[in-house]
């Protein structure tokens, strides 16, 4: 069987993914430098999946290791590229990490990729490059324009997308898929892997489940005078399980010459948008836990709204978002419950 090389993927994402695709009859190889993860997911994934998949603790912008990687792996046929700093705050505060661990990366990927003859690759974009979309592009396809990027985290997923567009334009050989992700939650439903959160999360849905256990006094709602409904802002929160599953299908569809262009885009949302007041009221429904909370001030640089239109990926990979939030918030609370019983 075909083997596909995961960067990051001891990660949130990245980690799903790999279920997903040893589920799917997938070898796997784990490139990660653990810089924000840990080694234990591997223990996770293999009580899900049964095996262990093969894993080398490497940061991807080290070429020799890279190139060891593709050497002892002769049988790669594609990359999920997942590896990247994610911390939007952070990225603020220190751009040429960001810059140089994301871009970077990407280059030394695609470099060893091409010096062995790999041609496929995924990449993990993110909405974040739509910035605020003009009421006129809500949903959000994926023609819609581009926005500068509020921050250079966001800015990374720009350059990234220009680097495989050219890097793809150059060496026809080459094909990618790129992914942009709108707002991942939850836990898979064995409650073995999940978010791992480093410190005081950023993110509402980690929050929310670490407000809920008392780890934290109380959820801040970052403002409730935005012009959507209820006052808070909006998002497309996609299933993390859903968004892996985009991930097999996108490979799938590369490796059996399916693809109409050399780069393909789609946006992975679950079409839907959702206000935070809705995410934490229906959390409180569904788990019946109060999740002490108080509305403040907007964060700075917060968009609106923004929601998908996923209507591509639906038709073309033949795939669908379709697990309701209900289960999907369920499955957060039961990841964050199994996290502190083992503390
Ligand atoms: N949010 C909030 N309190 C928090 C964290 C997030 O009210 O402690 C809100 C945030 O203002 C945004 C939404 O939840 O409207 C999603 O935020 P997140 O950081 O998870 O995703 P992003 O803003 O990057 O889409």
Redesign the pocket.
Known sequence: MARILVTGGTGYIGSHTVVELMQQGYDVIIVDNLSNSNQAVLDGIAAIVGTCPEFVQADCCDSAAMDDVFTRYSDIVSVIHFAASKA?NESVEQPLKYYRNNVMSLITVLETMRKHAITNIVFSSSC?VYGQPDAQYLPVDETAPLQKALSPYGNTKQINEDIIRDTVYADKSLRATILRYF?PIGAHPSALIGELPNGV?????P?VTQTAIGLRAE?????NDYNTPDG??I?DYIYVVDLAKAHVKAVQRMLSGDADEPVELFNLGTGCGLS?LEIVNTFMQVTGVKVPYQIVGR?EG??EQVWAKADKANHILGWKADTPIEQVLMSAWQWEKKLRSNN
């Not at 999360?201 to 849905?205: D, E, K, R």
């Not at 959820?219 to 403002?223: E, P, Q, S």
């Open positions: 939007v974040t707002n999360p950023q993110n509402l849905l929050y959820l801040k709602i970052f403002g808070s802002c998002r935070v964060r917060d968009i």
